[in-house]
């Protein structure tokens, strides 16, 4: 028998990093007529349920790259319709229960019969972090997405930590948090604060937890291109477009595809073309300079500035509609002088990453005080670079010592 699409209006969302598991309870479930979406991991998960109505999510108990348990209590939010089940049948708060939850924990029941789900013991004691499988296991993941994983796990709590992305202070906690929930979504995302505070990590952060991840990751730096080539390198251009295009041109936008766009200073974007950037916003569409053609592209957009920008939206230096169309999701990210419970961490960070060129250094508790009285203007990059002319200053003392930290600024106080 042909089997039709009709055939498969019981849609099932299946996020298991197993391919395995998948596998097999794809097979059972196609065999009793549910239509069956396999995620690797959360992003994936989250593309799916925002694409169609689905009925029920299966859920395994570790994902490569969202932490389960606020992935469950947000899908729970976002999707109360949606039935939410452990692999090995267990319900899970927040879903509501399907009609035909029962065809599900049997097939579930079946497939998962003399079968270990993954780190059951780990999350049995709450934490859902990454766990090695056990040997034992027949379990295997398969790797997400290149660079795998981005979560790396924490000894408790339900926090994990974002790679590249350093910091334990409640603050960063709450950013890396933030950044785990919106990186699925296609929302647009503006990153503020001051320089050297890692909106640039952050930006990648957000590509590389999403599904987009294997496509690609597009930076404009709109300050580091003069004006009045902002617009083609932006959008393309035909051959002959204008003086000197003498030959046509693939824009950013297009190049990011399917992928992510990083509209990096945004505050810079003149304003004729904030306006263009804005249709293309709203419409998805694009013509390139000198082509009367529409093409159609999904880009992702995240953009971030340095300025106070919905100040110089309302004072109109920006328009006050992209503002908006940009900040459906603000991220702002503290300046380092006001989460100095960072500088520890951040310091090891650094030091870390120096110790591959040269032998690691320590640092010395006084040095570390003299570091925390300093209100950090240049913020991350800054303590990078003091960092690192105070390993040159230490010369062979395996030690960092308080008189080899330069700070350019007078300390407060
Ligand atoms: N939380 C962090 N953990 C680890 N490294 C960080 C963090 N924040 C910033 N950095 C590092 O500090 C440097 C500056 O970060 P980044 O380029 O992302 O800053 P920025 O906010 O984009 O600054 P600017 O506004 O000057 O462009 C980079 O080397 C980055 O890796
Ligand atoms: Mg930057």
């Not at 298991?16 to 065999?31: F, I, M, N, Y």
């Not at 990454?130 to 979560?151: D, F, G, T, Y």
């Not at 006084?366 to 570091?371: Q, V, Y």
Request: negative net charge; hydrophobic residues 40%.
């Amino acid at each position: 028998m042909e089997l039709t699409s009709s055939t498969f209006d019981r849609t099932v969302v299946l996020a298991s990093a197993d391919a395995a598991l998948r596998q097999r309870l794809h097979h059972r479930l196609t065999g009793m007529r549910w239509k069956v979406r396999e995620a690797r991991g959360g992003a994936e998960a989250f593309a799916y349920l925002e694409d169609q109505p689905t009925e029920a999510l299966l859920l395994d108990h570790w994902l490569p790259d969202l932490e389960v348990g606020e992935f469950a209590e947000q899908i729970g939010v976002m999707y109360p319709g949606v039935d939410l089940l452990r692999v090995d049948g267990d319900p899970i708060m927040g879903g509501t229960k399907s009609p035909r939850r029962n065809e599900l924990l049997h097939a579930l029941r079946e497939s998962m019969n003399g079968f270990e789900p993954a780190n059951l013991e780990h999350s049995a004691k709450g934490i859902g972090a990454r766990a090695k499988p056990q040997e034992s296991m027949e379990r295997k993941h398969e790797p997400l997405n290149e660079p795998q994983p981005v979560v790396t796990p924490v000894s408790a709590g339900r926090v994990s930590r974002i790679d590249g992305l350093i910091g334990e202070s409640a603050a960063m906690i709450e950013l890396a948090r933030v950044i785990r929930l919106v990186a699925p979504r296609k929302a647009t995302v503006l990153i503020e604060g001051e320089t050297g505070t890692g909106k640039e990590v952050v930006a990648n952060a957000l590509h590389r937890l999403s599904a987009r991840s294997s496509k690609p990751f597009v930076v404009l730096n709109c300050a580091a291109i003069p004006e009045a080539l902002l617009e083609a390198e932006l959008f393309g251009h035909t051959r002959g477009a204008f003086t000197g295009a003498v030959q046509s041109r693939t824009g950013r936008i297009e190049a990011a595809h399917g992928g992510t766009l990083f509209l990096d200073e945004i505050g810079e974007m003149p304003l004729a073309l904030q306006a263009k950037m804005l249709r293309f916003l709203e419409s998805g569409e694009l013509q390139r300079v000198g082509d009367n053609e529409t093409l159609k592209v999904d880009v992702r957009v995240l953009a971030a500035t340095h300025q106070p920008l919905e100040r110089r939206a309302n004072e109109g230096s920006f328009r006050l509609d992209l503002y908006h169309r940009l900040a459906v999701f603000p991220i702002e990210i503290p300046p380092l002088r006001e989460r100095t419970e960072d500088l520890a961490v951040l310091c090891e960070h650094i030091l870390t990453a120096l110790g591959k060129t040269s032998p690691r250094k320590t640092l010395s508790a006084m040095a570390l005080d003299k570091l925390a009285t300093h209100d950090w203007p240049g913020n991350v990059r800054e303590l990078a670079h003091v960092l690192e002319r105070a390993s040159i200053l230490a010369e062979d003392s395996p030690s960092i010592h308080a008189e080899d930290i330069r700070l350019r600024r007078a300390v407060r106080d």
